[in-house]
C-alpha cells in the first residue's frame, strides 16, 4: 500500500466499482483501511493476517480482540492464522489462494503487508546496510561513510537493528531525523533523541493508541515482572487506559489508551509518552 495521491485516487476509483476487497495484512495500515472501507456497505471486506491477531505487534491481545470485534461489527471478515499465497486471474485479479488452500474471490487486492527499505543505491555505494532493517546509522544519522547521511525509512539505527529492535517508520521521527543530520553536516554535534513510541490507529471514530513499551518480557526489564493495571480513573476518566510497569520498581513501561475524540487521545498519549521520557513511576502518573 501507497501514500502517494495518484495512488489513493485510482484505489478510491476501484473501489467504487468493487464487490470484493482483500486486504492482505491487518498492521496498521490494512485495519484503517478495513475501517474506512466498511463505511461503503456494497463492499465485502475481507482482512487476511497471517499471525493469529490483527495488530499484534502493536498492542496487546485483549487490545487486539477488541479492535477485530469493533471491525466485525463494521462488517469486516477477518482470517487471522493464514497467509495470501497466490493471486489468481488472468487479466485482472479474481482471487487470493491462502494458505491451507482456501480461496476468497477478489476484484480489488491491496497488499498492507509493510516495508522493507529499497537499500540497493547504498549497497552499490558500499554504506553498510541491514537486509531488513536499512541503511545503518549512528545517533547522527552518519552512515558507515562519514560524508553520507541516511534520514526516514530508509535509515536504521545501527544498535536498534543488531538487537532485532523496531524502529519507527513515522513522518514525526523521520523530521527529528533532518534536523539531526542537518545540524551535523558541517560537524558532528546534534544526537538524535529516542523518545517514546507513539502509535495509534482509527476505527470510524475510536481511537486506540499505544505508548512506550507494552509488549515486554520478564527477561527484557531486566529488574522485574511486568504488569498491566487498569488507570483510566487517575489518568482519563473519559478513556479506557491500561499502564504497563514493572512491579518491583513501580517503573513505568508504556500504556494502551482507546476512546474518542482523536485529539483527547492523541493528548493522553502525549502526557503518558512525556511521564515515561522523565522516568515517572506508575505510583506517580496521577500527579503527572
Ligand atoms: C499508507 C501509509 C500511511 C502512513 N500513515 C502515516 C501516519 O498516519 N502517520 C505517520 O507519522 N506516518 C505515516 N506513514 C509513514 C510516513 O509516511 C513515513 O514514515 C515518512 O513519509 C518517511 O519519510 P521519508 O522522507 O523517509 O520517506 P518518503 O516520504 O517515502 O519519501 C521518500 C522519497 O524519496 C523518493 N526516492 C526513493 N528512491 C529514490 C531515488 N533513488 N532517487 C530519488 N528519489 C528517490 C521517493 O519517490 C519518495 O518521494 C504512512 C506510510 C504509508 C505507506
Redesign the pocket.
Known sequence: ????LPY?KSLKEHLARARNVVIVGGG??GV??AAACSANHQLHITLVEQLPRCLSGVFNDDTCILIEEKLRRKGVAIITGAAAEELEGCHRVEGVRLTGGRTLPADVVVL?TG?VP?TL?ARQAGLATDENAGILVDEYMQTSATDVFA?????AQKFLASTGGSL????????H??RVAAANLFGLKRAREITVKKI?VAIGDLVFGSVGLIKISLAETGTGMPTTALAHDVIAKDLAVKVVYVRETGATLGAEVYGKPLIRVRETMNNLASAIERQTPFAGLALA
Not at 500500500?1 to 502517494?4: A, W, Y
Not at 534520514?151 to 535509515?155: K, L, N, Q, R, S
Open positions: 500500500m501507497k501514500k502517494e489513493l496498521l495500515n484503517e483501511l498492507a516495508i529499497n543505491l534520514i526516514g525509512d530508509c535509515a519507527t517508520r513515522q513522518a514525526g521521527p523521520a523530521g531525523e533532518a495509534s
